[in-house]
């Protein structure tokens, strides 16, 4: 029953509306008219509204409208317009009130109802009254809406007079109604509200119509102005006429031109010209500045007009506004042609920046390319660098895309300004552009999202290397800890210190891989709504953070038993010093027990085993006192062991004192057998000494028999030797206490017998030598004498065959036989020695000539002349002191002058003539002097003549001894020359270069050179009425005479023609004024530069420049030019060599690869000193007596020969350090790798030599200055005709003034080199 219920209320609502509808198509009633029925349903229905808000139900409505059904019908009905009222009314729906907040009062909405439908018909009365009037006003203004004629003149004069009557009838009319509309809409306010709004609606709608009549009225107020106001119009409407016509031509012709124009932008938009644009404007500015007034005016008049003539005057504002249309439409197509062509550039433009921007992008995303090769993991240093350009590239990319779309963007809004068309066209470009880039910049984004995402996992990657680094040196450390508890504690240090540097090293990688994992951990941090990837990179993070801790935890473990290890080393490390200490003294005390027992009887302990004593003693001594300072505070365990040490201690110390004893009886021993063997040497030396001082006593002796005795002295200096090198062996710490005394005493008769061996020696030597140089100097003359034929010339080939008997050598029996028949007559032992002296290899032809030639240098300045008399007028030059000459004939005595005279050649220049040898009172003007001869120290080539361009005859190499036979010629290369002075003009002093190099000419000396003594002026011409100052001359300036001559003006004075070395002027110069007074001097020694030239500051070839004279320019000379110092310079030589006799000219240059040669040799490595010369041993045993080390000094006999066999350099040597002689080798076999073990000694070299005492030889060295010899082995010399020339005695000259250790005085004054008197 209850849903019976629900069912009936829910289908009540639906019947409701299907009743309202029957009763709204079925409610009007017979007999009423349409009004009638339309008021009596507003009234219902407001009924029925005010009955819904009291609450009343559907059937106590209908009751109720039927109760009050007959009150309605007994209702005043509405005059005949009301129908037109009604309908008014009716076609307005009324919208449904709302539903009040409270319910309303039925019985005061039900009497307001009444009073709404009783006034109504009244105000719609009034409301129709008021129509009627404005109809008939408009009904009397009809003949005014005529044209106006002359026939209709009276009529519309008479229609105004009505028109204006019934206007101020209606508009009283319209007042009423509208009064009484007001009055009845604010009685309305006091209805019901229903009522109300429904009054309100109505009242509305009358007031309306009101309003509406209102205006149909007031159209025809002001009839007599309106028809006056036509009545102008049609006076002007002709020429308003004519006037819009001619506009019109102006406005087709424009929409003419404009034609092309829209054909071309349906065709081709982009051939639009701009000249067609321009005429199509020009066009339409013509037409609209007619147009544009004619409308103005022809709207003007049409605002008042009415009627016909508004009609007409409506025409000509139709037919403007067609123009006005004609024209825009042309001036939209110019526009659009315009904005067509300007809008072609601006998306050209945007065109580039997008095309730009597609290769930014496509540049970025090339950057991305090794991420996508489909390398699952990058090297992080790699990815860092590939991530870096894509940052750059992103940045590029964004700044790119972000110029290109403000650029967009702003030609947008210039794009707007263009007319609709282009604009709309240019818009959909550019708008697609700028669609084009926003895409990019969202590819940009996503770009530098992949980046980021990048970047996070290449920070995890590099975090990783850090920590698998630092896991790597943990791992490390504890392999290295690992073995520590294992070892002992004499490893066990050196093992916790590389353990330590581990950990040190593992703590420095976790200290890293802990500042890398922080500082990254920030950037690492995920982000909200971060991917899956960012969220796995923080759980790699928080796990590499737990590694992290753990190798810190594994390196804390690490340190506490570090730590442990370090209090134990440091507990032991005292007494592990202390047993170090003595277990190494304990071994070496075992190893000299095991060694004494094999020392051999009856000689010293070596001298190791005695200095090992002394240190195993200290070592001993050394640990017992810090074994006894320890145990005076040691306790437990350390005393203890400190016991133990002493123990063995006491043991070692026992044991050393045996072996001690040992060596000190060996030792006592073996000194008493040196001593005897030392006393037995040198009883044999005061043997040898005492002989030779005997033998040397006797005043005849021959000269074999001299040097015999010469070679005894020097086997007793070296017994001598041998027992002081016995007693300094001996002597030392080894020596035992009761043999030193016996030795001090050895030591002195060793240096007394010394003394008198070399007293003995320098005796014989001194004799030996005077003999051997007289019987040398006496075989020369000799042979001189024999060779000499008429005209001083020598005929040494001839000499050398008789002597020799046709064979290629002089033997020593034919050399004594042709002496011993000479006058007067010399003694066989004397020839031996005078041969030996000569040629101490043979006698050659090439010796025999370099014997007989004869050498002298220039003591004193001497003068060479062209005849023996020495008169001036043959003068040639003077002979500097030191200058080499060459005898080329006998000595001559000037009776007259008490000269004795000699002619000579000059080694220097070649030049030939005579030189005064000595003077009457003695003074030596010429002495002897050895041959002068030169060693190669580089390779060089040996040419025919002295230019460089000529050919070459020989290779010499380093080594090689060649003798000389003219030079040096020293030439300079390209020497700079210089003057010393001052610049005329500045004053800037120093050297003017006035030559270069090449010769060319820099500065001339100039004698037309004036300078300038007070200032004065320079005019263009001489005469001063006419003249025109060139210039002023300033006070010093220099200035060069021309060659005019001088002019005298008639003012006085005298005036010449210069020109000034500053700046190359010309001009005429007063030189004298009229009252005498000198204005411009001649300046001597000017030099005018030519050139920029340079002054500088002085004379050397690195002085730097001061100024540089311009070309003109003037320089005061203090001097004469000089040459510049440290130039490049070169010498040439005339040479022969020593080996084959080839002749040719050398060079040396800035390297001195030509030296002097010299006797004296300096080692410049170890080479073998041996008895022969021939050093082949698969040709004959080779003999070597000792090695001669670098540094040492040897004396030569003569220059070196080569030994053919092997191809070496041999020279035979005295060694001065311990006078042992033999033959050396100067250079290996010859070749481009021949390497130089002996050369010739610089003087300075030699010099300090002999100042320590390395030069000293005991024996004269045979043939010291005879010339290069032949050893037996060589070839045999090539025939040829030789000059020979006579010698002097130049071994007393060879030896003159240099020290040795020679007591005895040599000739001249001198110290010779030797222990004698003055040979050496």
Sequence with gaps: SRGLLLKDAAAAPSKARLMAVKQEIDSSKPGETERETKIREMAARIRAEARAKAGLTPQEVQEKDEEEEPASAAAPTPSRKAPQAGLATSGNKRKAPEPPAAAADPEKEDEDSKKLEALLPVLEQKVASAEDEADKVSIIAAPLAMEATEGLRSLQTGAIRETEKAVKAALQVIAVAKREAEKHLAASETFAPVVRDSARDEIQRLMTRIDVAMSKVEEHKNARRDHEQALAAEKLFGELSSRLSSVEIDCEKAAMMSEPLAKVLNTEPDAISAAEIRESREALRIALAT????????????????????????????????????????????????????????????????????????????????????????????????????????????????????????????????????????????????????????????FQEDTVKRKRQNLVVLVKEKIEEAEAAVLRMKEAGADLPILDAGSLDEALERALATELEAQNAVTAARRELQQRQQELRPHEGTSPDALKNNSELLRTKVRVQYMEAELNKFRKAAKGFEERIKVGKSLTITSLLLQEAEGEVERLSEAAVSWPEGERP??????????????????????????????????????????????????????????????????????????????????????????????ELTAERLEELTKEARSGLALVVAASQI?????????????????????????????????????????????????????????????????????????????????????????????????????????????????????????????????????????????????????????????????????????????????????????????????????????????????????????????????????????????????????????????????????????????GRNGGVLAEIKENVYKCGEAIAMTDVADFSSCTMVRRIEAGEALELLQEEEVAPSEGGSRRKFRACQDGREGWVTVQGSQGKVYVRPASRHYICSQATPVHMGLG???????????????????????????????????????????????????????????????????????????NEAAEPVEVVRLIEPGEFVEVAEQPSEDHSTGQLRVRCIALRDQVAGWATVREAAGAGSVVLLQPAAPEEARAAAASGDIAPTTPIAGGGAAPSTPPAGGKATKRPWEVKEELDEDAQRWKGQKGKGKGKGMDKGKGKAKGKGKW
Excluded at 886 to 910: C, M, T, Y
Excluded at 1120 to 1143: C, I, L, W
């Design 727 to 995: 007693l300094a062996k001996e002597q030392g710490p080894s020596l035992a206490l009761e043999s030193k005394v016996e030795f001090a005493r050895l030591q002195l008769r060793c240096k007394a017998l010394e003394r008198r061996g070399k007293a003995a020696a320098d005796k014989v030597s001194t004799r030996f030598e005077a003999v051997a140089s007289e019987a040398q100097h006496a075989a020369l003359d000799a042979l001189r004498l024999s060779a000499r034929q008429e005209g001083d010339r020598f005929d040494v080939d001839s000499l050398f065959n008789q002597l020799s008997g046709g064979a290629a050598e002089v033997s020593e029996e034919q050399f004594c036989d042709f002496v011993a028949q000479t006058e007067p007559p010399m003694p066989t032992d004397r020839a031996r020695v005078a041969y030996r002296r000569i040629a101490p290899h043979g006698l050659p032809l090439r010796t025999f000539v370099a014997a007989l030639a004869s050498f002298l240098r220039v003591a004193r300045e001497v003068a060479l002349t062209e005849d023996f008399e020495g008169k001036s007028v043959g003068k040639l030059r003077k002979l500097a002191v030191g200058e080499v000459v060459e005898a080329i004939g006998n000595p001559k005595e000037d009776e007259s002058l008490g000269l004795s005279r000699l002619r000579v050649r000059l080694l220097r220049d070649g030049a030939v003539g005579w030189a005064t040898a000595r003077s009457k009172a003695g003074a030596v003007y010429l002495e002897r002097a050895p041959k002068p001869y030169l060693w190669c120290a580089q390779a060089s080539s040996l040419r025919e003549m002295m230019e460089d361009a000529s050919r070459v005859t020989a290779q010499l190499i380093p080594g090689d001894v060649v003798e000389l036979m003219e030079g040096p010629h020293e030439e300079r290369l390209g020497s700079d020359q210089r003057v010393r002075g001052a610049a005329v003009f500045e004053e800037a002093v120093g050297w003017l270069q006035v030559s």
């Design 291 to 446: 147009l544009a007034p004619t409308s103005r005016l022809i709207s003007g008049k049409l605002a008042g007009l009415k009627g016909p003539m508004r009609k007409k005057m409506q025409e000509l504002q139709d037919r403007a506004e067609a123009s006005q249309a004609l024209v825009d439409k042309a001036q939209q197509t110019v526009e659009e042609a315009q904005s067509r062509a300007a809008a072609g550039p601006i998306l050209k433009q945007a065109a580039d920046r997008i095309e730009k921007v597609e290769e930014t992008l496509q540049e970025m995303r090339e950057t991305e390319a090794p991420f996508l090769m489909g390398i699952e993991v990058m090297p992080a240093d790699e990815s860092g660098e590939v991530l870096q350009k894509m940052d750059k590239s992103a940045a590029l990319a964004q700044a790119t895309l972000a110029d290109a779309h403000k650029f967009i963007s702003l030609k947008l809004v210039e794009v707007g300004r263009l007319a609709e068309g282009a604009a709309n066209a240019a818009k959909r470009e550019l708008e697609k552009g700028k669609q084009q880039v926003e895409a990019g910049l969202a590819r940009v984004r996503a």
């Design 606 to 699: 070596p001298d190791d085993a005695q200095s090992t004593i002394v240190s195993v003693q200290q070592k001993l001594t050394m640990t017992t006192t810090q074994v006894e300072m320890k145990l005076q505070t040691a306790q437990g365990l350390e005393l203890k062991e400190l016991r133990g040490l002493f123990g063995r201690l006491q043991k070692a110390q026992s044991k050393l004192d045996a072996v001690k004893e040992s060596a000190r009886t060996r030792s006592k021993t073996v000194s008493g057998q040196f001593v005897r063997a030392a006393s037995e040497a040198i009883r044999k030396a005061e043997s040898k000494v005492a002989t030779v001082s005997a033998e040397a006593a006797k005043r």
């Design 1101 to 1175: 070839a690195d002085a730097p420049v001061v100024r540089v004279l311009m070309p003109g320019e003037a320089f005061a000379a203090f001097e004469e030019p000089k040459e510049v110092s440290g130039g490049e310079s070169f010498k040439r030589y005339k040479v022969r060599s020593t080996k084959d006799g080839a002749e040719g000219w050398m060079t040396s240059g800035l390297q001195n690869e030509i030296q002097p040669w010299t006797t004296t040799y300096k080692v410049l490595r170890s080479s073998p000193l041996t008895t022969a010369f021939a050093a």
